[in-house]
């Protein structure tokens, strides 16, 4: 009998578990370990925020992972053993065969204490809550969304807010009193989804009355004057909806495998470690170039479609039998 372990029990790791143990049958093991007690399915995070979803609609406990003949382990990993084929957690131990890793990405976090209820994580559930609550208070002019970068989880959720934040002020009739302005790195809306995206992105803009600075870069926000810098000028704001860069977990570093950049370099195929073929990965933690030179965004219609080529290939080696399955590069 042999074992396949993965880490994190999200977009990527959840249904590639399912589809794993259904290939392999009773025949092996197929183990997930995941620290947090309550998943969150982020993509309907703007949609709470704005009180179009409750808390129940979106999240699911841990527990629910150890099903469909899926061994659950609760735990957080802290460190992978190469050579030996071992995962750490603080109290357990577990050899693998094969392993995949879809640990996704967390945000670097909003270093502006002095800010406290106008800067909020958008990125986090902490953050949606926090402009749930913060909304129906609000008696501000100026809204800001400044994502800091592109490396951000779901590229487009800058705009999705933008989007609902516009709709909220219209339907209480308060949209005249507000501003809403975007600040990315982009040289235009959504410049990475292609021309055509593009441009129905910034038609949208247009059509609602949302501003958008392009070019912002990191560190361009001024506590104390609570003002933002883009070009030459320096625009306020009175509410912040905040998209730091995300990074991987640090067991990605401590355990060798990080990158340059500190992320996880698969093949863009096959969802494998080059310098490992007996480590695979989906999802937000891997870094994956498009052929023509465009990194992969953030999404997790992305981790979904990995996760069953990963584990399409690994179910194809723990039968002994040669792995076929290729990533189409597309999100669905
Ligand atoms: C506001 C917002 C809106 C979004 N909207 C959309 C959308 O509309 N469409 C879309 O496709 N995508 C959207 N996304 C992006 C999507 O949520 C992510 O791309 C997707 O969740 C990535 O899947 P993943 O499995 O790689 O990571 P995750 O889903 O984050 O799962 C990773 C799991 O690993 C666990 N983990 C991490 N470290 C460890 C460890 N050391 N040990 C054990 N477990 C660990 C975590 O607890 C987590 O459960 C949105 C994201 C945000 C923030």
């Not at 600040?183 to 501003?211: C, H, Q, V, W």
Request: charge should be positive; glycine fraction near 10%; hydrophobic fraction near 40%.
């Amino acid at each position: 009998m042999g074992t396949v372990v993965i880490i994190g029990g999200g977009s990527a790791g959840a249904p590639a578990a399912r589809s794993l143990k259904k290939r392999l049958g009773a025949g092996h093991r197929v183990i997930l370990v995941e620290k947090d007690e309550r998943l969150v399915n982020r993509a309907a995070l703007p949609f709470y925020a704005v009180g179009k979803r409750n808390e129940g609609q979106f999240t699911r406990s841990r527990s629910l992972l150890n099903r469909h003949g899926v061994e659950l382990i609760a735990g957080e990993v802290v460190k992978i053993d190469r050579v030996k084929k071992k995962v750490r957690t603080a109290g357990e131990e577990m050899g693998y065969d094969l392993l995949l890793i879809a640990a996704g990405a967390e945000p670097e976090g909003i270093d502006l204490p002095e800010m406290e209820e106008q800067a909020l994580d958008m990125q986090t559930f902490a953050g949606a809550r926090k402009l749930r609550h913060v909304l129906p208070r609000f008696r501000g002019t100026e809204i800001a969304i400044v994502a800091a970068s592109t490396r951000i989880k779901c590229p487009g959720s800058p705009y999705e807010y933008a989007l609902l934040l516009e709709d909220w002020f219209c339907r209480r009739e308060r949209r005249r009193d507000v501003s809403i302005t975007l600040y990315t790195p982009e040289p235009a809306p959504l410049s990475m989804f292609g021309k055509k995206t593009s441009d129905a992105a910034a038609g949208l803009l247009l059509k609602r009355n949302i501003r958008f600075h392009p070019g912002y870069r990191e560190g361009g926000i001024d506590v104390g004057s609570r003002t933002i810098s883009a070009g030459n000028n320096r625009f306020p704001f009175d509410l912040l909806l905040y998209y730091a860069p995300t990074a991987p977990p640090p067991f990605i570093r401590e355990s060798g495998l990080a990158g340059e950049a500190g992320w996880l370099q698969v093949d863009r195929h096959t969802m494998a470690l080059p310098e490992d073929d007996s480590i695979f990965a989906a999802g937000d933690i891997t870094e994956i170039r498009t052929p023509s030179g465009e990194l992969l965004p953030k999404l997790g219609a992305v981790a979904h479609l990995q996760s069953f080529t990963a584990a399409a290939n690994m179910a194809a080696l723990m039968k002994g039998e040669q792995p076929d399955s290729a990533y189409s590069g597309f999100a669905g």
